[in-house]
Every structure is written in structure tokens, then in C-alpha cells.
């Protein structure tokens, strides 16, 4: 069964601290893993996406590793910032006729001053 | 960078009443529209999956005739929860794709649908 599990479920961190996030997935046969940031209320925002053959993905003070052997990635948020607080969801893409999306739970941080 | 409307943004209505919702596109043709649900706390469940001039493809459980879905453009899909009623709130939102593989989906801002 295809699934995406993150970790943790939730996180507080004070601000300009730095903070990983994972994710561990059984998606066969994969095609890309996407990180997202969801503000309350909102939709989600793509942070990043990795195909099979990427190993590290930076956007700013994100950046996302994979390892397709192990099948895990990480989200590492660097001198985090209170508008950092939000839910960051990691989805797997899997190469099937539909592409459908499968998405973990997420884990929601706080940043605090 | 792509930009997905979603609209309106929140509802609020009584019991029975069929609610519309849009979700367009605005500077790129969508292939591919994909409605959403998330409750509270969760993370967003598949409800259907549009191409443009085609029928829906809705996922396992999900009503096709409660849930209506139409892709009458490039630009723009229409979901209506047709005689809602309260435990169909939640807050649903649409994404759009260029292409399936490994385009992104963009999403919209979602919906917050309140039934009373």
C-alpha cells in the first residue's frame, strides 16, 4: 500500500533556530516527492520537488534531501522565522497512468519569539 | 509563477442548499484539475480528478452525483455540493496541472464550506 508517514506530527522551535523535518514513504514505483507549506486557512505552496536522481533541493532557507534507496527525506528549515509557523506536508508523486498525489500528515511547526 | 483562484472563500448556508464552487487557472492552461478535502487537522484527501472536456474520475467513496464537477475550459472547473448538509463541511480545495508526471500542482486557497 502506498503511504507517506512524516515526523514529527507537530514541533515548536524558537525563532532563528534551525529544525528538520522528515518523511518516510512506500510509494512504488516513485516519480518525485514535493514538499509544501500550508499556512492555516490556506492552500498548500510548493517549497520543492525532487525526482529520483536528485539528492538536495534548496529554495532559500529550505532545503530538501532525498534518498530513494532508503526511501526518506528531509525538510531542514534553516534561521527559522515566525512566519515559518505553518504545516509543511510532504507528498509523493507515483509513476502509475494517474500521477495521483499521495500526501502524509503533515507536521505542523510553531515558531516562537 | 502560477496562479490558482479559487472562489469564494468561505460559505456559510443553511441545510439542503446546493453550493458552487470555482477554481480557475489564471496564467496558464490547466490539463488536469484536482479537487480536495481536508478536515480539521488532516492532511487533503483526492476527491476527483477533471480533464477538461471530460467527466471526472471520482475516488472510492466519494458521490458523483452529491459532488458535481465541471471542466468546461482550460481555465476553469466547478465542484457544487448539490443538497449539502452539515457533516459536508470542510474545507475543500482545488489544484491545477499543466500535464501529470512531474509538473507541480499548483493550488488554490481553498474553500471553507459551513453547513448549518
Known amino acids: 500500500k502506498n503511504q507517506v508517514e512524516q515526523s514529527p506530527q507537530s514541533l515548536i522551535i524558537l525563532e532563528g533556530k534551525n529544525c528538520t523535518l522528515q518523511?518516510?514513504?512506500?510509494?512504488?514505483?516513485?516519480?518525485?516527492l514535493r514538499w509544501y507549506k500550508q499556512d492555516t486557512g490556506r492552500g498548500p505552496v510548493s517549497l520543492t520537488i525532487?525526482?529520483?536522481?536528485?539528492n538536495t533541493k534548496s529554495n532559500g532557507r529550505y532545503t530538501a534531501t532525498l534518498d530513494a534507496d532508503t526511501k526518506q527525506s528531509s525538510l531542514h528549515i534553516t534561521a527559522s522565522q515566525l512566519s515559518d509557523s505553518a504545516s509543511y506536508i510532504c507528498?509523493?508523486?507515483?509513476?502509475?497512468?494517474?500521477?495521483?498525489?499521495?500526501f502524509g500528515s503533515g507536521t505542523r511547526l510553531l515558531v516562537r519569539p | 509563477g502560477a496562479v490558482v483562484s479559487q472562489h469564494p472563500s468561505r460559505v456559510i448556508c443553511k441545510s439542503g442548499t446546493s453550493v458552487k464552487i470555482e477554481c480557475r487557472s489564471l496564467d496558464f492552461q490547466a490539463t488536469t484539475m484536482f479537487w480536495y478535502r481536508q478536515f480539521p487537522k488532516q492532511s487533503l484527501m483526492l476527491m476527483a480528478t477533471?480533464?477538461?472536456?471530460?467527466?471526472?474520475?471520482?475516488e472510492q467513496g466519494v458521490e458523483k452525483d452529491k459532488f458535481l464537477i465541471n471542466h468546461a475550459s482550460l481555465t476553469l472547473s466547478t465542484l457544487t455540493v448539490t443538497s449539502a448538509h452539515p457533516e459536508d463541511s470542510s474545507f475543500y480545495i482545488c489544484?491545477?496541472?499543466?500535464?501529470?508526471?512531474?509538473?507541480?500542482?499548483?493550488f488554490g486557497d481553498g474553500t471553507r464550506l459551513s453547513i448549518l
Open positions: 507528498v509523493v508523486s507515483a509513476k502509475d497512468s494517474s500521477y495521483k498525489l499521495i
Open positions: 518523511c518516510n514513504y512506500t510509494v512504488s514505483p516513485f516519480s518525485n
Open positions: 477533471s480533464n477538461e472536456g471530460s467527466k471526472a474520475t471520482y
Open positions: 525532487m525526482t529520483f536522481s536528485e
Open positions: 489544484s491545477a496541472s499543466t500535464a501529470s508526471g512531474n509538473q507541480p500542482q499548483h
